[in-house]
């Protein structure tokens, strides 16, 4: 949640960013475009970055999680047979 946090105000400072360069512009409309043309493309790269760095770390927490419990569970595998073999030798 705060991450989502941090890409919403950066969204939110961005389109400020621009609505402010636009009302307070002295060039000509047409470069004035091209400049928020070239602010979105850096903001959907950041968007992007950010994603992919989100997603792989979700990724290897997942995948860190799978691995441990996969651990807990040959661990339990393993006391329960080796309970098994004790109450074997104590009913013979």
């Known amino acids: 949640m705060n991450t989502g946090k941090v890409i919403l105000g950066f969204a939110a400072g961005i389109a400020a960013g621009a609505v402010a360069g636009i009302l307070l512009a002295p060039d000509k409309g047409t470069n004035t475009r091209k400049k928020i043309v070239k ?7 950041g968007i992007k970055d950010r994603f992919y760095r989100v997603s792989d770390f979700i990724t290897e927490k ?3 999680s ?9 661990n339990a ?7 098994k073999k004790e109450a074997k030798t104590a009913m013979s």
Do not use: M
Not at 66 to 74: E, P, Q, S
Not at 77 to 83: A, L, P, T
């Open 62 to 64: 997942f995948d860190g």
């Open 77 to 83: 595998k393993s006391h329960v047979d080796e309970v």
């Open 39 to 45: 602010g979105g493309e850096g903001l959907r790269d």
């Open 66 to 74: 799978k691995h441990a419990a996969n651990d807990l569970v040959r």
